[in-house]
């Protein structure tokens, strides 16, 4: 497989109902994203990995957990969700530079379209 | 604060052009970037900008004006495959994305 996917998706589940989102990279890159796109709205960064470091945490609610336990990989663990969670969650990867904020082109997965109950 | 400023949807002819705005206020700059995305699918790298001028890469262009904060995408010979929504996101200073609503384009015959 080339590029960036994504599993599942589609997910459909209830508020208390836990569930993982996947994310692979098949490009060499050492940098991940976690995005949640809803209608009409900008793109909202969730989490950033650099080198398989956390980087970025923009105010996500705790019911949202990442991991990352290599540069190709990437979770989002979900937990205890709510109704205006459903929305599509965008996984993407570039390069970038160690040491430094530098990052080149994001490329994106096709995303999980999520259902909260 | 940041902002990124782009037209909620647009309408174009079939064969036609059609030039979409993006306007932008960031913490500092480090380029711009366009992407297009259909309709549940992935959003795919279009272009970008760093200078000011006009990049061509076939029927699309993209142009960047740094000192009023501008920049555009033009479509020419529009298909209905053009049909997807053109997401516009400036770089700030710490190399974080600032992303646009989007544009939804819709093609007709």
């Known amino acids: 497989e080339t590029g960036v996917t994504q599993t599942p998706r589609h997910l459909v589940m209830g508020m208390t109902n836990k569930k993982s989102l996947k994310c692979e990279q098949h490009l060499g890159h050492n940098a991940m994203y976690w995005y949640k796109q809803s209608a009409k709205k900008p793109l909202e960064l969730m989490f950033v990995?650099?080198?398989?470091?956390?980087?970025e945490n923009n105010s996500v609610p705790s019911r949202f957990s990442p991991e990352c336990p290599n540069s190709s990989h990437l979770f989002l663990h979900l937990h205890t969700l709510q109704p205006e969670d459903s929305a599509l969650y965008l996984c993407?990867?570039?390069?970038?530079?160690?040491?430094?904020?530098?990052?080149?082109?994001?490329?994106f997965g096709p995303g999980t379209r999520l259902t909260v109950l | 604060g940041q902002n990124i400023d782009q037209p909620t949807e647009m309408t174009a002819t079939e064969g036609a052009i059609v030039q979409i705005n993006c306007t932008y206020q960031t913490s500092g700059f480090n380029g711009l970037f366009w992407y297009q995305q259909h309709a549940g699918e992935a959003p795919t790298f279009l272009s970008y900008n760093v200078l000011d001028g006009l990049e061509e890469k076939g029927r699309f262009s993209s142009f960047l004006s740094r000192s009023k904060g501008y920049s555009y995408l033009l479509l020419k010979e529009l298909q209905m495959k053009d049909s997807a929504s053109y997401l516009c996101?400036?770089?700030?200073?710490?190399?974080?994305?600032?992303w646009g609503a989007g544009t939804k384009l819709i093609i007709k015959p």
């Open positions: 990995y650099n080198f398989k470091e956390q980087t």
């Open positions: 993407a990867s570039s390069q970038a530079a160690s040491g430094g904020p530098y990052t080149d082109t994001q490329y």
């Open positions: 996101a400036a770089m700030d200073s710490n190399y974080q994305l600032i």
